[in-house]
């Protein structure tokens, strides 16, 4: 609890210290990062689950300001990474799609907070009708609570981590999260059913297909497949789960 409330206390400072240097003006080329309010929807603290309870918007305006709590600096983009002018402890914030995730180190722990704008991918649904047509809008974010049913007693579970598929085979113990996953404390409710649960301030994109790990202290194990329906509210379910992770991950694109 230490540590976490370290955490969030380093995330706001992080808008206000250490200027960086100098940043071009993000009116003109924005590279691949779209103006809006982009809101926490995971974050994590070396490899245990954090909340975006308490994080205030990241506001990137296309005049090439930016605000985050009572922070105001400028933005723009340099190698397909996003740069804050006022932020030390960031860094360059990756871009993928409208999501910006960013990593740093901070009193011996490592941290991975992403931010996503919902309203940009509203904003692109609209197009002008050329080319292919109108894009597809994506899922909404939203909190999933698991509840995984095994054949065999499982015991010492001490997290989950729920990765989207593309990225799942690559993924292992203690590894950087992958963009677009999340983590958090799973918790045994019997000798064979382990509970999980995200919410909206640490949350997941409908409409895909992810990869549910549970953890240990020395090992993390791909157990089951999670095929997220595109809904908009708050999603729970049971899973069969199995501690078989090869033949989970080989369920992936069947």
């Not at 992080?14 to 003006?25: E, I, K």
């Not at 909340?51 to 605000?67: E, I």
């Not at 360059?92 to 919902?118: K, S």
């Not at 019997?190 to 549910?212: D, E, I, M, P, Q």
Request: hydrophobic share 40%.
């Amino acid at each position: 609890m230490r540590s976490m409330r370290r955490g969030i206390a380093a995330l706001t400072m992080a808008m206000g210290v250490l200027v960086a240097a100098t940043v071009s003006d993000a009116s003109g080329e924005t590279g691949e990062v779209a103006p809006g309010t982009y809101r926490c929807s995971s974050y994590n603290v070396s490899g245990a689950g954090g909340s975006c309870r308490n994080m205030q918007s990241l506001v990137l305006n296309a005049d090439g300001s930016y605000r985050y709590s009572s922070t105001h600096g400028r933005w723009s983009v340099r190698d397909s990474s996003l740069v804050l002018s006022k932020s030390g402890f960031w860094g360059p914030g990756m871009i993928i799609g409208n999501t910006i995730r960013f990593e740093y180190d901070y009193r011996g722990l490592h941290h991975a907070v992403t931010w996503g704008c919902q309203e940009c991918d509203s904003a692109a649904t609209k197009g002008t009708g050329k080319g292919t047509g109108a894009t597809t809008p994506a899922g909404a974010y939203v909190g999933v609570s698991l509840s995984l049913e095994f054949d065999t007693a499982v015991g010492g579970v001490t997290a989950f981590t729920i990765v989207p598929a593309e990225a799942a085979a690559s993924y292992s113990h203690n590894a950087p999260l992958p963009e677009g996953a999340v983590q958090g404390l799973a918790r045994e409710t019997g000798r064979t059913t382990v509970a999980l649960a995200t919410n909206r301030n640490n949350n997941l994109r409908s409409g895909k297909l992810y990869v549910v790990f549970l953890g240990w202290p020395r090992e993390t194990v791909a157990v089951a497949l999670l095929d997220l329906p595109p809904v908009t509210g708050d999603y729970a379910a049971t899973l069969r789960a199995t501690l078989d992770g090869a033949a989970v991950l080989g369920r992936v694109g069947k």
